[in-house]
Nanobody
Framework: VQLQASGGGLVQAGGSLRLSCAAS????????MGWFRQAPGKEREFVAA????????YYADSVKGRFTISRDNAKNTVYLQMNSLTPEDTAVYLC????????????????????WGQGTLVTVSS
């Protein structure tokens, strides 16, 4: 599966952005999906994950209550709605697809994801 993330940009602190990740292929609905982020000089960090049906979601503590992951299997797209953004959210955001079971995906380990898209840059100004 090939993944294409979009929707990044510059936003003021307290603002919102919605990221999208479009997937190619007819098997999108069989993959669990996730979002990660990587700030300069830092390790890749788990943000959120969603099960193949959309019924299960997982979040990093740092974004819980502010970010919402969702998916539309008819459109082969996963979304990340980001609200109440802070400068600490500044990073390149990457989407990923996983063929592993949801319990493993929920651990948030990058090694639990098989496919990665290119990133989209989110910059939050103070």
């Amino acid at each position: 599966v090939q993944l294409q993330a979009s929707g990044g940009g510059l936003v003021q602190a307290g603002g919102s952005l919605r990221l999208s990740c479009a997937a190619s292929g007819r098997t999108f609905s069989s993959y669990n999906m996730g979002w990660f982020r990587q700030a300069p000089g830092k390790e890749r960090e788990f943000v959120a994950a969603i099960g193949w049906s959309g019924g299960s979601t997982y979040y990093a503590d740092s974004v819980k209550g502010r970010f919402t992951i969702s998916r539309d299997n008819a459109k082969n797209t996963v979304y990340l709605q980001m609200n109440s953004l802070t400068p600490e959210d500044t990073a390149v955001y990457l989407c990923a697809a996983s063929s592993f079971d949801l319990r493993r995906v929920g651990t948030g380990r990058p090694t639990s994801f098989d496919y990665w898209g290119q990133g989209t840059l989110v910059t939050v100004s103070s």
